[in-house]
């Protein structure tokens, strides 16, 4: 009889069986984590090193196969759940640039940032604070509901407060104490600055996991990258109204430009004639203007104007047109206002500069305004006749002896 082969003794084959096998499933691992990028890959590797663990302490030959599937089971599971994550971080990124590509609205972009945000780490809830420095108050902007009263929460105040104050990311349980009333009672949350232009705007919270577990430092990354890229986002959306208001103001009084007063001006005459309305224009221009500038030089002139804009946007009405026509004139369009109407809305004006002098650089004079005045259907039926019509007026004001009032003549009307 030949010899009988035995087995090797069951712990040392059953240890080596078992790295063997683990060291395999590292190998795959380390792919899945070099995939999945930084964030999930820390979790990944984690999960092998308590894996190798248990394998170490198998002692029966026997159970070597047993955990041989156990560890495929283990880590095909994490990789499901790996690539459900990274699904719904790539969904909630790609939702985030839809929004930011078609919008320049404020409003969308950050209500889109906090359902990024709870979308993107699996939070239950996502809230966007604005944060409102006159009362030194963070008010919650989306995620409560159209119908949700007003709520608040004082700087420094809170998970979201806290991190408003500090300017800096928070995490509870971790780096911070639990969240207060009116945030959401739960056992983990978030909460990042969000800030744009280096001025602060609130904050991005989100509150409770989907799967009742806790964020981790790497869900406060992700956050943190997210709202980054909103800022971004919202910068970009400053420049265009920045860029916008320049287009249609000037650039000294922060009035209407003349460009924007005449596509308001046909705005405002197209619905007058179709509802048989009136509409008054007040054409103004600083008497002697050239003085100003020769006694208290451009800049003393610049000032001036600028205190001209603003007597004028007091004594107006808010549906009021206030612009800068160019050099020192300037245009009132008036909606549902006759000529009487306009004139005495000139009085007014004239009456407001005229009766408190001007003060630059510890010195004051009077300035002093001529007017003239139209109106539809009276002095015109154009935009162009209306404005013709009241600058004929403004002349003979000028020449009548300046610092009054005149009014277009009705023999001004046109088709045209």
Request: hydrophobic share 45%; proline share 5%; with cysteine.
């Amino acid at each position: 009889m030949g010899r009988t082969m035995r087995p090797p003794p069951p712990f040392t084959r059953s240890l080596a069986v078992a790295l063997a096998v683990a060291a395999g499933w590292l190998l795959v691992v380390a792919v899945i984590a070099v995939a999945a990028g930084n964030l999930v890959g820390i979790a990944v590797l984690a999960a092998v090193g308590a894996v190798m663990a248990a394998a170490c302490g198998l002692a029966t030959w026997r159970s070597a196969r047993r955990v041989e599937a156990w560890l495929g089971e283990q880590l095909h599971g994490t990789a499901r759940d790996l690539e459900t994550s990274q699904q719904a971080f790539r969904r909630a990124i790609a939702r985030l640039g839809e929004t930011l590509a078609a919008t320049h609205d404020r409003e969308k972009i950050l209500e889109a940032v906090s359902e990024t945000a709870q979308l993107a780490v699996g939070a239950q809830r996502g809230i966007f604070y604005e944060y409102i420095p006159a009362r030194k108050v963070l008010l919650a902007r989306s995620g409560v509901g159209p119908d949700a009263p007003e709520l608040t929460l004082p700087l420094g105040t809170g998970l979201a407060g806290a991190s408003a104050e500090g300017r800096s990311p928070l995490r509870y349980p971790g780096t911070a104490a639990a969240p207060v009333f009116p945030e959401p009672e739960v056992g983990t949350a978030m909460a990042v600055p969000f800030s744009s232009r280096g001025q602060l705007l609130g904050v991005v919270a989100v509150y409770g996991h989907t799967t009742g577990g806790t964020f981790g430092d790497d869900d406060v990354e992700a956050l943190v990258t997210l709202v980054a890229q909103a800022g971004t986002a919202v910068d970009n959306v400053s420049l265009h109204e920045e860029a916008r208001r320049l287009s249609i103001t000037d650039g000294l009084t922060g009035l209407w430009n003349r460009r924007q007063l005449d596509l308001r001006c046909q705005e405002e005459l197209e619905r007058a004639i179709r509802f048989g309305r009136p509409i008054g224009v007040v054409f103004c221009d600083v008497d002697l203007f050239k003085n100003v500038n020769t006694e208290w030089q451009h800049l003393g002139g610049d000032a001036v104007l600028v205190e001209v804009a603003q007597r004028l946007s007091a004594a107006t009405r808010e549906i009021d047109v206030v612009a800068r026509y160019g050099g020192e004139e300037f245009v009132l369009l008036l909606p549902e206002t006759d000529l009487a109407g306009a004139r005495i809305l000139a009085e007014k004006v004239r009456r407001a500069m005229c009766e408190e002098p001007v003060e630059h650089n510890g010195k004051t004079r009077t300035v002093t305004l001529s007017l003239g005045v139209a109106s539809y259907p009276h002095s015109g039926t154009s935009v162009r006749t209306l404005l013709a019509g009241a600058q004929e007026a403004l002349k003979r004001a000028k020449e009548n002896g300046r610092n009054r009032i005149e009014e277009a003549h009705p023999m001004m009307r046109s088709t045209g």
